[in-house]
DNA sequence: CGCTTGCTTGGAGTGCACTCCAACGTTTTA
DNA sequence: TAAAACGTTGGAGTGCACTCCAAGCAAGCG
């Protein structure tokens, strides 16, 4: 059975970054819209979307006035992946890519908000640390044979 | 009549059971829907919406038509929010509640559905691990004084 | 050239999980 | 006993994060 210890191994720190970076190299790093979807997994709809509310830059375009991505574009759908994750509101992303283009004078500010997020993701592995130990139990119970655990209730 | 206490016991895991079971012992177990929202944390709203849905078995009734809780209720309310906890959609853990109450012959569709569920705690775990490397990198840069991370898109 | 496939827009629609409302009955406190 | 607090209902409303739509350019291919 899976604990703290056992969970907590999954390296907090060092090392975990993915290896593949980017689809091609800087100088050359343009992308459409379904090439994004395709490396991101978001959908066009979102990626649109997301542009509308000001959680991404304004994106190149084209001479036709279509979408190109760049490398760095990509980096910042990555952490908003990540954030996302965590279940930061979008409207607190937005928050935060907006310090981002307001300059350094945020830096504490951004500091704070992903401290909090910090917290609140280690709050978070504890809760679902938590709940796994209910689930077991109820697991053992249900494998252990043919007795319902005693806190059933549903009529 | 047995409780979680005893099969908390069976301690797959050590201590993290919450020692206070129930407020009241079972015979005067009996809590007005008030009572119930500052024992869960959830609204009256929510328990009676939880009620209609059929997430909750009916629940006994004053003479004069007011809820009444017991303390199976209590018990089965606890699993649902640790369901909850794990982003368990209400729609599944009513069909939980439904295999339940429908008998016996569900106990291995009801253990499928928690294992499912268990895989997909470890998986959210091992997410927010790696969110969590993500975001102490990041911090560490900026309490590394006053250089952004370089991966710092908008505008 | 025509065909298919892809991209553009603003605005409307969807699904989930609550959340609130009005209008009224019940229980507790002063 | 009167007022305040608490409880009941069905149905409508809210907020979030998408998700889809129609109508129309644009690009690549045989």
């Known amino acids: 059975m899976e604990t703290l210890a056992d969970a907590a191994d999954h390296g907090t720190d060092v090392c975990s970054v993915p290896p593949l970076r980017h689809p091609r190299p800087d100088g050359q790093d343009s992308y459409t819209i379904s090439e994004v979807v395709a490396f991101t997994g978001l959908t066009a709809h979102t990626l649109r979307w997301y542009e509308r509310i000001g959680l991404m830059p304004h994106v ?22 990540k954030l996302r994750l965590t279940g930061m509101p979008v409207a607190d992303m937005v928050r935060y890519a907006e310090m981002v283009r307001a300059g350094d004078h945020t830096y504490s500010e951004r500091y704070e908000l992903l401290e909090a997020t910090r917290r609140d993701v280690l709050a978070r592995i504890a809760e679902l640390q938590d709940t796994l130990a209910v689930l077991n139990r109820k697991i053992d119970f249900y494998a252990d044979a043919g007795h319902a655990p005693a806190s059933e209730r549903p009529r």
């Open 60 to 81: 190149d375009r084209s001479h036709t006035g279509q979408r190109r991505y760049c490398n760095a574009d990509l980096d910042w759908l990555d952490l908003v992946g």
